[in-house]
């Protein structure tokens, strides 16, 4: 494999003065300390306490009796670790990845892998970060080209055919290695936390739509089936409440899923190429929206481009390798980046 990193620019992260207010809690009690400072939780009557923060942390005091922790969620194709997802695009020739830190505004470009790869950018290290990855259906290779160092590691996992759908199914906060084989209707699923998960799920012709649909931190195995029994059909495998099924959508629709409402939990979702419309079925009440942003011929990119916990409609479009983000904060973003023929990385897993 031939690899080349360009990458230029890159300024260090510091913290800097900050104050931690005490809970206020019955038999409750903890260390806090500056600096590389850590936080030990109190333990005592539930949700006691008030926020703390500093210039780039913030930690919320009170901890109910079990020491739960609040999940956090990270923007999905977010390289630079600012919970926002950048624009970037993969060019199959000659295998090259650039994209813009949306923290600096500044590029970054590297030549990995090769032009029949499916790319698959994901947190496989967990730091945070999206790392550059690909999978290679002739071999059934993975290759992860780390954040923190840009050095790269490869393993095995998966046979031709199979269709990669990497996600985090075990809550540790590191992409796990998955591919669904479509000819079984077989997942599986190499989990970071050990082990092997197997699950039969599916049917010929699904394609995968994997999302945290009933918020507690872990991937659902999920597939979106264009033409079902009784029409567009959604089969979500939820981890802790139990199998759902939806119609939703029609067979030429692209299955766009991803938290829109901001409640933490993966909205059942579509963008419609014949009319550039997109479809969002809310996860609070099974109510749905639709809104027009985009055209014919767009590629659809949604992402939380501007860290609000929000999914934002986004489209790539190849005849002007211009990017349109309908940012739910700060209005929309036009931006041209990328060549035709490029595939934008957001794109990488809708289906």
Not at 59 to 72: H, I, Q
Not at 108 to 113: L, S
Not at 152 to 168: E, K, L, Q, R
Not at 229 to 255: V, Y
């Amino acid at each position: 494999m031939f690899f080349l990193l360009v990458c230029i620019t890159v300024f260090a992260q510091t913290g800097g003065s900050f104050e931690i207010k005490p809970s206020v809690i019955s038999s409750g009690g903890g260390a806090s300390s500056g600096g590389a400072f850590s936080v030990v939780s109190t333990i005592g009557e539930p949700l006691a306490g008030t926020s703390s923060t500093g210039v780039s942390f913030a930690v919320l005091s009170g901890f109910n009796a079990s020491a739960a922790s609040t999940l956090v969620r990270r923007a999905p194709f977010d390289f630079d670790g600012d919970n926002k997802t950048d624009m970037g695009i993969f060019r199959p020739t000659p295998a090259e990845w650039w994209y813009i830190r949306s923290g600096n505004g500044q590029a970054f470009a590297a030549q990995f892998g090769q032009s029949s790869d499916v790319i698959v950018p994901s947190d496989f290290t967990g730091d945070d970060k999206t790392d550059i990855a690909l999978f290679r259906p002739s071999t059934g290779f993975w290759f992860v080209l780390r954040s923190e160092n840009s050095s790269f590691y490869a393993f095995p996992f998966g046979a031709t055919g199979d269709i990669p759908c990497p996600s985090d199914f075990d809550g540790d906060s590191k992409a796990d290695p998955c591919v669904f084989r479509a000819s079984s209707s077989t997942w599986f699923i190499s989990l970071t936390t050990g082990g092997t998960s197997i699950i039969q799920f599916g049917a010929a012709g699904d394609v995968h739509v994997v999302g945290d649909y009933d918020s507690d931190g872990k991937s659902d195995v999920a597939i979106f089936r264009p033409n079902g029994a009784t029409g567009t059909e959604w089969w979500i495998q939820r981890s802790s409440a139990g199998s759902l099924a939806l119609q939703f959508g029609s067979s030429t629709d692209k299955a766009t899923p991803g938290d829109y409402t901001g409640d933490g939990r993966t909205d059942v979702a579509f963008f419609r190429p014949s009319t550039g419309f997109w479809y969002i079925l809310r996860s609070e009440d099974f109510s749905f929206y639709g809104f027009p942003f985009g055209t014919s011929g767009d590629i659809p990119s949604p992402g939380d481009y501007d860290s609000d916990g929000r999914f934002d409609a986004a489209v790539f479009r190849p005849s002007s390798a211009t990017w349109f983000i309908n940012r739910t904060t700060a209005g929309t973003q036009i931006v041209q980046f990328g060549a035709t023929g490029d595939v934008p990385l957001p794109s990488a897993f809708v289906r």
